[in-house]
């Protein structure tokens, strides 16, 4: 440790990898068969990677669940550029971060993050949470969305606050080049202060605990679900879609692909099969199609 | 037209539709059964776009043989950054874009371009021509590798332009984040002016022409061999490589997604299946292996 104020970095750290070990046996539990093969790599100036992947499984095609805690004995200047105080000090970061890629093309894709990120400083540590969850279906279901964003609500403070994350979610991922969202979002913050430490790690952990109460009961609902080659196909093409997000416009991969990091950590989140078709429109009126018209475009899920 | 030096631009304007023509037939001729898809759009302004796309072939499974010709009033200001004294010129650009992805994972994927950029000026027009091809193969042949740089080689006026332009393609197609080839190269130029226009354009129609000769004889060479699950698989893990290059490093595409220009023409030439398998190594030795040792580390195949 490089760093004095443990106080702070290890409950966090502490919660994130229990949450990482409740998802893998959440997951593991549904899939029923293939188990995620475990690592744990440890830096020489302190610090834990725990990479989790699962491939192949019956149900999940593909899954990553990854805890990091970084420890650091200096900011790089590209760090603090904007924040010219915390230049060469001691840092922490510590994050989990996963996806899941059902095989089942009923049963949608998700993603979560959190972040914490902490500096000591003589006077007062600096620090804040980032993070969210979203939902990317590959088939819409009105009684899945309400419950995604039902179950997000629950974790906000208020309904303010989760209109305002959800809106922050659905901007950001977003597609500009086929000008088309992601999925139908979810929650997404970054910055985060809010009421202090106590009260901002306890929304994380609020958001953290939401994330499994929202996404089990949907993938436990879509994975008995029959489908053919149609279905398969127009999975496999949307994959692309997201395949496209994370290499062209998600911050994280973005920084990761340039930063050196273990590329296989950061590409973990990668579409285990996708398409890509030429021109490739769902017959208007089609379950396909209204995915694109009904449901991608942001919707108040709660009205 | 809203240029007057059409002398210029029309001949090589004919050359790229004639050369893709020459690319359709062959390939539709290799493949035996899947044809081409033909379109055309012409913009109000002037200036065209052919794209032709041919998907599931025996043989083929995707190929994009893209020509455009773009007439503009006034070039923006981002293109005339560096260049104040071309600012509002009236200006025509034109090229054909191609990529094959042939079923067979014995046989390689390949991609051309050449393009030619004209600028209206008072004294004289500016101009020049960029362009390339080279070779992604998923399994490595001495004999693929001699044929292809050999014939690369018998397009460049001399051994020195051979070997400067085969290593400006070897550092143009590289993953930095894999610190990987994306295949064995080939040639790669641009801001080519050399010898003035008459040198140039026979310089281009050279490597056009020798695409061909590069490239067919390898594509029916490789068609036939029998291949199982092991080599497709393998397959997809690469063409996933190759997604990962256009989408992160190349200028085309990245210019394309930001630009605006039509998604699916700037798409065409993505893998149409392709893997993500984390952490995916091939064993020490395979054949598989030997590509990644031998084959995409830049070598003179010519020596």
């Known amino acids: 440790m490089t760093t004095g104020d443990d106080a702070a970095v290890e409950p966090v750290r502490d919660y994130f990898m ?9 997951l593991e539990a549904i899939d029923g068969q293939a188990r995620f093969r475990r690592e744990q790599f440890d830096a020489p100036e302190g610090g834990t990677a725990r990479p989790r992947v699962l491939a192949d499984g019956q149900h999940v095609e593909k899954a990553a669940v990854q805890f ?7 900011l790089p200047p590209a760090a603090t550029a904007t924040r010219p105080e915390l230049a060469e000090r001691p840092f922490q970061a510590t994050a989990i971060s996963m996806i899941v890629h059902p095989r089942n093309p009923y049963a949608p894709t998700t993603h ?11 006077q007062e540590p600096f620090w804040y949470f980032g993070g ?18 039902a179950t997000a609500r629950s974790a906000c403070p208020d309904a303010a606050t989760y209109h305002r994350l959800k809106a922050a979610c659905d901007e950001y991922f977003y597609l500009p080049h086929r000008k088309e969202c992601r999925g139908i979002g979810g929650l997404f913050f970054d910055d985060w202060r809010q009421g202090g430490f106590g009260a901002s790690f306890g929304f994380v952990r609020a958001v953290g605990d939401a994330f499994l109460d929202a996404y089990v009961p949907i993938l436990q609902r879509r994975v008995p679900t029959p489908y053919g080659e149609r279905e398969r196909q127009w999975q496999l093409v949307r994959r692309g879609r997201y395949a496209e997000f ?6 994280g991969t973005k920084y990761g692909l340039q ?4 590329i296989e ?5 990668m ?17 396909e199609d209204k995915l694109l018209t009904a449901f991608l475009p942001p919707r108040d899920w709660l009205a």
């Open 246 to 251: 994370n290499l062209v416009w998600d911050r």
């Open 18 to 26: 229990g949450l990482q070990d409740r998802i893998v046996d959440a």
């Open 259 to 262: 930063s050196g990091r273990r």
């Open 265 to 269: 950590s950061v590409l973990a989140s």
């Open 112 to 122: 979560m993050n959190l972040r914490y990120f902490h500096v000591d400083m003589p």
């Open 271 to 287: 579409p285990p099969l996708c398409a890509w078709a030429y021109d490739h429109h769902p017959e208007p009126g089609s379950p």
């Open 68 to 74: 990091t805690h970084s420890v650091g004995a200096k």
């Open 132 to 149: 969210g969850f979203d939902l990317t279906p590959y088939y819409g279901f009105e009684d899945d969305a309400r419950h995604w964003h």
